[in-house]
Each structure stands twice: as structure tokens, then as C-alpha cells.
């Protein structure tokens, strides 16, 4: 499964950017899909998850309030709508289909990982 995460850019804290990653190659409606990031020198940490379904979504707390994960399956694309964005969310995210169809925070549950998307936030 190849996954692409694309939408992200240069914008000033407040703004919103909505983040989208697809597939073509193969659908990912049976799979959970997470986003994460990656700031220089700090290590991966879980953002969201959506469950195959949508039935389940989970959020890092730091974006709580903020962010809100949503899929649509006719388009194999699930969307990363970010608001109220801050200097501290700039980082490369990316997408990650789960072998499950749940939503898991642990990054070892997913086994596809996309190629990042960066999102800078000015202050």
C-alpha cells in the first residue's frame, strides 16, 4: 500500500490547513488510519487516528479541541482538518494505515507509512 499525505504549507499561527492522504494503489477502507509527526531533533509522536469506519477516532491531547481526523471511503482519503494552528505544531506529518481496523496511538500497530507532508506555523 502507497500512501500519499499532501496539504501542507507555510501558514501563521491561527490559521487552519487540512491535511489529506490517499491511496491508489489499493483501498484502505478495512484499515485504521493514523497521522503523526516529526519536529526536527524530537522523536515521532501520534497526532489522530480514525477506525475503518470512522466509529472510533483518537487524539494526541496537544490537539484535542483543534484537530479533527475524517475519512471518506468512496475516495479512500482520510483528512487531517487542523485549526487554531500553533508555532509548536510545525512538524513533517505523516499517514499510516493500521494492519487493524481500529484507531491505535501506537505507531508499531501501523505497518504502511506515507511520505510527509510539512506544516510550518509562524508565530
Known amino acids: 500500500v502507497q500512501l500519499q499525505a499532501s496539504g501542507g504549507g507555510l501558514v501563521q499561527a491561527g490559521a487552519s490547513l487540512r491535511l489529506s492522504c490517499s491511496t491508489s494503489r489499493r483501498t484502505i477502507s478495512n484499515n485504521g488510519v493514523g497521522w503523526f509527526r516529526q519536529a526536527p531533533g524530537k522523536e515521532r509522536e501520534f497526532v489522530a487516528a480514525i477506525s475503518w469506519n470512522g466509529g472510533i477516532t483518537n487524539y494526541a491531547d496537544s490537539v484535542k479541541g483543534r484537530f479533527a481526523v475524517s475519512r471518506d471511503n468512496a475516495k479512500s482519503t482520510v483528512y487531517l482538518q487542523m485549526n487554531s494552528l500553533k508555532p509548536e505544531d510545525t512538524a513533517v506529518y505523516y499517514c499510516?494505515?493500521?494492519?487493524?481496523?481500529?484507531?491505535?496511538?501506537?505507531?508499531?500497530?501501523?505497518?504502511?507509512w506515507g511520505q510527509g507532508t510539512q506544516v510550518t506555523v509562524s508565530s
Open positions: 499510516a494505515a493500521a494492519r487493524g481496523s481500529t484507531a491505535p496511538i501506537n505507531w508499531r500497530s501501523y505497518n504502511y
